[in-house]
């Protein structure tokens, strides 16, 4: 039976990208001077899983890679080697290598095979325990000069390319009744993952009952037999005995020998059919690091991968529910509540419910921060040992939840903001010990809930910023500073473009490209980035986003006849302002003051070009919008209420308006403009504070 393996391409990819993380956060963890068996178990199995799903599928470039790592993680996990500094360094490597094979195969890019190649290489060369520079000098008197000092399954005889020692099983185990063909054909597909498989004795087809006896040939250790079958097998009933190595078949006969399907045993019922029709290796792939030996959650057990795509019809749908109970509420609002009572009564608990199913389905798109902090040990780890300094990360929060389309968007900034620490932060360890710091710099990453925000924080131990070298970098480059700026305002001349108080230019920083993209990718979400520093004690930025981008919490205002929605997050607060308090500056446009301070004013009617109710600015409302630490008033007509509104993309539908960030649908049908407060703050009219 033939079946179209790309339909379990993207089980594979996902579980090879979760085990390939798993494996970088156990390596990264490791305590060199007394590893974890368990630890060592594991990353080993995300090895072997690897290894036997990609044979499955034919990606013979992983499959190699995985091979030799597994072979050299065997040795370590079981004592005949001791683990080393630069066996972890060549294992992130190995990893890195078969992530970019995988994303190679996903479509995502093109591995390197030099690479691959260069890293089997120094595989191999630990495997054998030849130091590195002897490997040089054997290297040099051609191939074949590196063996490992002991021979049996999954070690490499030769640092040539060949085939590699086989062993041949012979399997006797026993089935009882309840087994069904399905089960039987799972545990066909996860032996012949491992070698070729050979049938020599069983009960009659259809009938998995009984006793069996199977070979395989395969260069895995025996105990990848015992696990693969202790799923189905009572250990109790199974032997596995020794037979001579088969002359000639190696490793490449076996990942050949995994990719043949066996013929289903007997008529199977529709049901059984679509278990089976995978082919026999296509188990190892969806099923791995499922095993009990690996810890896995009861949640494991009763969750299931669903497309985005489908996750984001279901959340439209459910906003477009809201907004179609929104709209009966508001037709409801004109009936008799004495004579439509019962109807009204529904129509409450309708508007419950919604609201309940609304928070459950944006439920589903919430993911853990941990998604994001987990890369970071990698990228700390590796730049500090690049620039020679010692730095720990520190992550608090793990837990705190984000929708996935911020998750995915977050990353970059956050790692451009890490990076930047660490260069820029912190010291160098003999700078540090001077100072009377510890040497080692901490940089921790804080995630938590304020009100309907996420703040992230970025925080280090370094030197902190300094207001002089900034302002003397800012006038080198000729920007135009007031008199008297704050700290806040000194701090964010850092994200201009091209700014940058490195000394020299390095690959990883000095051009002055980086944090400008970083604030506009932050704005971009709806967001905003705070500074705060001591210089010689080190800084903190703090990223503040929505929840979500699929629903807002704002105040709805009118300007003239029209109705728009301002974010609750930028809001600060809003009031009628006295005639007194509202003054013309130097003819360039008007402040009010608050509270001591005097505000720009921005007029919505002349923002929007609409006919206010209200033109006199005494009589107008004044709304006071902060963003990025700086404050503006906006003038309305009229505040109408507090809304929980699902937000539509504008530019997708129409086009991109200046000063409108989405656009929602209220209860009457109509369709409001959700104000882009941040916009407005930052760039709609020139900055009258330092005038003022």
């Avoid at 700390?380 to 020679?388: I, M, P």
Wanted: proline letters at 5%.
């Amino acid at each position: 039976m033939t079946v179209d393996m790309t339909q379990f391409y993207q089980v594979f990819f996902e579980e090879s990208a979760e085990l390939l993380a798993e494996m970088e956060t156990l390596l990264l963890k490791v305590d060199l001077a007394a590893p974890d068996t368990e630890e060592l178990n594991a990353i080993f199995r995300v090895a072997h899983s690897i290894k036997g799903g990609a044979s499955t599928f034919g990606f013979t470039d992983m499959t190699e890679v995985t091979h030799v790592l597994e072979s050299l993680l065997d040795r370590v996990r079981r004592g005949e080697l001791a683990l080393t500094p630069e066996m972890v360094d060549v294992f992130l490597k190995a990893r890195d290598v078969v992530n970019g094979q995988l994303a190679g195969h996903r479509g995502d890019g093109q591995a390197d095979p030099v690479l691959a190649e260069t890293v089997c290489a120094a595989l191999k060369r630990l495997a054998s325990g030849t130091p590195a520079e002897k490997a040089e000098k054997a290297a040099e008197k051609g191939p074949g000069s590196i063996k490992s000092p002991e021979k049996g399954p999954g070690s490499i005889e030769s640092s040539e390319p060949g085939p590699f020692s086989a062993i041949c099983y012979q399997i006797h185990f026993s089935l009882p009744e309840t087994v069904t063909a399905a089960a039987l054909d799972n545990l066909r597909g996860g032996l012949a993952a491992l070698g070729k498989l050979e049938i020599l004795a069983g009960p009659a087809p259809g009938a998995p009952a009984g006793n069996h006896v199977w070979r395989l040939v395969s260069n895995s250790p025996e105990t990848d037999i015992w696990e693969t079958m202790a799923f189905s097998v009572d250990p109790a009933g199974l032997k596995i005995e020794h037979e001579a190595a088969e002359p000639g078949y190696g490793f490449f006969d076996a990942f050949h020998a995994a990719l043949v399907t066996p013929e289903p045993a007997a008529a199977e019922s529709p049901q059984q059919r679509r278990a089976t029709d995978a082919p026999a290796g296509v188990i190892a792939p969806v099923n791995m690091g499922r095993r009990e030996s690996d810890k896995a959650t009861a949640a494991d057990a009763t969750s299931i991968r669903v497309g985005v795509e489908k996750v984001d019809q279901l959340i439209n749908l459910a906003g477009e529910l809201v907004i179609t109970q929104a709209m009966l509420t508001q037709t409801a609002s004109q009936l008799d509540p004495v004579q439509h009572e019962k109807l009204l009564n529904g129509l409450a608990q309708l508007d419950r419910n919604t609201r309940d199913l609304q928070e459950s389905v944006m439920s589903i798109r919430m993911m853990p921060i941990s998604f994001v902090f987990s890369r970071f040990p990698r990228v700390v780890r590796d730049l500090a040992g690049k620039l020679n300094k010692e730095v720990e990360l520190k992550t608090v929060g793990e837990t705190t939840e984000l929708d996935k389309g911020l998750i995915e968007k977050i990353a970059d900034p956050l790692n451009h903001l890490v990076r930047n620490s660490i260069d820029h932060g912190i010291e160098m360890p003999e700078k540090r010990r001077a100072a009377g710091k510890p040497e080692k710099g901490t940089i921790t990453l804080r995630a938590f809930h304020q009100g309907g925000n996420i703040v992230i924080e970025v925080a280090d131990d370094g030197a902190g910023l300094s207001r002089e070298r900034i302002l003397a970098k800012a006038r080198s480059q000729n920007m135009t500073l007031p008199d008297s700026i704050s700290d806040q305002e000194v701090w964010q001349l850092i994200f201009a473009a091209g700014f940058s108080t490195a000394e020299k230019v390095t690959d990883v920083s000095g051009r002055g490209v980086g944090m400008d993209v970083v604030k506009r990718n932050i704005q971009a979400l709806g967001g905003s980035v705070e500074i705060d520093s001591t210089f010689g004690a080190g800084t903190r930025m703090s990223i503040r986003l929505p929840l979500t981008l699929a629903i807002l919490d704002g105040l709805s205002v009118k300007v003239g006849d029209e109705l728009f929605i301002i974010p609750l997050n930028h809001i600060i607060e809003s009031l009628q302002p006295a005639a007194g308090e509202v003054k013309t500056v130097r003819n360039q446009g008007m402040v009010v003051h608050v509270r001591g301070e005097y505000l720009p004013v921005l007029k919505a009617h002349e923002i929007f070009n609409i006919r206010p109710v209200a033109a006199d600015t005494g009589k107008g409302i004044m709304v006071i919008l902060e963003s990025d630490g700086v404050k503006k008033a906006l003038m309305v007509d009229e505040l109408v209420g507090q809304h929980q509104v699902v937000i539509k993309s504008l530019e997708s539908n129409y086009r991109r308006i200046r000063g409108v960030s989405g656009a929602t649908i209220m209860g009457d049908g109509k369709v409001a403009m959700i104000v882009d407060a941040g916009m407005l703050v930052r760039g709609m009219k020139p900055e009258l504070r330092a005038a003022a």
